[in-house]
């Protein structure tokens, strides 16, 4: 029981982070998101929190492989 309580502190824990580091901004670069009614901003927040790794995933392979393409050019130059 408390490995399961511990695991999801976690993930709602990290849900946070990404929730006001990624989703914010992604929030503000989109102007038509405030026009949505404020049950759909609700929603879609909402989604965000509960979904993260749909987002988060991408974000971090792309990091990834940003860090490893730098690694080897610097090895074949």
Do not use: H
Not at 6 to 26: P, R
Request: proline share 4%; aromatic share 22%; hydrophobic share 50%.
């Amino acid at each position: 029981m408390t490995g399961i309580i511990v695991i999801l502190t976690s993930y709602f824990t990290v849900s946070l982070f990404a929730f006001f580091g990624i989703w914010k901004e992604l929030e503000n670069d989109y102007d038509r998101f405030w026009e949505l009614p404020r049950a759909g901003r609700i929603l879609c927040r909402t989604f965000a929190i509960l979904f993260w790794p749909i987002y988060v995933i991408p974000c971090a392979v792309q990091l990834i492989y940003i860090l490893m393409r730098r690694f080897y050019e610097s090895f074949t130059e």
